[in-house]
């Protein structure tokens, strides 16, 4: 479309790309510089048993706390770490982090990790997860690696022997937003994975599509029936965790609850009162 427009825009646009490109290049810099200067930080985010209220988990999220841009959310710098590689440095420093200040918790308190496709590729994983285990003293079954479907999209036999790796060590595998990009059940059938995550994009209209509704009804069934855990994401209101909590889910994480906050607001997060009894 660029060259139809004629001449000038088409140059106006090259200097766009040139542009965007010197932008990346910056960021990439930027997030070099900003690991050696310690400004990535774990964000936790409180994930409660439907049934009892209490809250079992954690979820790390990574933030980079920008001298300049303030807090910067993970979409905005994670795909430029996984095309650079530095996310294999960045998840390292995750995992680290994570099961270090989850040392710290009540034992039966777990902590997951997002592990990218690319940390997931890297054949230093099981040692990197290893090690952040050994530094830490963290119970290998007190983490959860959490995984998107496009890692199985591979499907190939290393990916399946590093699972199993991991599972052999005690740590739990959850597949994570669960019904989004290539969804299949033979994943299901290819690993037995510890829990599914019901992706937030279903629990937010729960109440007003009945497809939403059907469709996150078939999964907690077919994680009853496997064996599976099912956590819901996304949980904003009231509403949505009585129409959870009466398909059986077993899992529930959302602004209801909590947003992510630092490390040392854990403590608060874990004080804070429990559900409503079940009605
Ligand atoms: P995710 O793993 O699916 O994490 C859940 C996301 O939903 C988080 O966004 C969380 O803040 C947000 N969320 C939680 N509850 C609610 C809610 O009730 N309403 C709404 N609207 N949102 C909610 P966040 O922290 O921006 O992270 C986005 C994604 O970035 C994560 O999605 C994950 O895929 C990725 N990510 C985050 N930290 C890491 C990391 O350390 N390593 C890797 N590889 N990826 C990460
Ligand atoms: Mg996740
Ligand atoms: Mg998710
Ligand atoms: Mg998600």
């Not at 490109?21 to 985010?45: G, N, S, T």
């Amino acid at each position: 479309r660029a060259k139809a427009d004629g001449r000038g825009t088409y140059r106006f646009f090259e200097t766009g790309m040139d542009a965007r490109a010197q932008a990346r290049r910056l960021l990439e810099m930027d997030m070099r510089a900003a690991l050696q200067r310690d400004e990535f930080q774990p964000y936790y985010q409180p994930i409660r048993d439907v049934a009892s209220g209490r809250v079992v988990a954690f979820e790390a999220l990574l933030r980079w706390n920008h001298p300049q841009r303030g807090l910067i959310a993970p979409l905005s710098f994670i795909p430029l770490a996984e095309e650079t590689g530095l996310i294999i440095q960045l998840g390292d420093f995750v995992l680290r982090s994570a099961c270090t200040d989850a040392a710290t918790w009540p034992d039966d308190v777990d902590v997951a990790v997002n592990l990218s496709p690319v940390q997931f590729r890297n054949p230093n994983l099981i040692a990197s997860v290893t090690e952040a285990l050994a530094l830490s003293g963290l119970d290998a079954r007190r983490l959860e690696l959490e995984i998107t479907e496009s890692v199985l999209l591979q499907n190939s036999e290393a990916t399946l022997t590093t699972l199993h790796e991991l599972r052999a060590m005690g740590v739990r595998i959850s597949l994570d937003d669960f019904g989004t990009g290539y969804s299949s059940l033979s994943y299901l059938r290819s690993f037995p994975f510890d829990k599914i995550k019901i992706d937030r994009s279903f629990v937010s209209e729960l109440a007003t599509r009945e497809d939403s509704m059907a469709i996150i009804r078939a999964v907690t069934g077919l994680g009853r029936s496997l064996g599976i855990v099912t956590t819901a994401e996304g949980v904003e209101n009231d509403g949505q965790l009585e129409l959870l909590r009466r398909e059986g889910c077993t899992q529930a994480q959302g602004y209801l609850f909590s947003k992510p906050r630092p490390a040392s607001d854990v403590a608060i997060m874990l004080d804070r009162p429990p559900l409503r009894a079940t009605a």
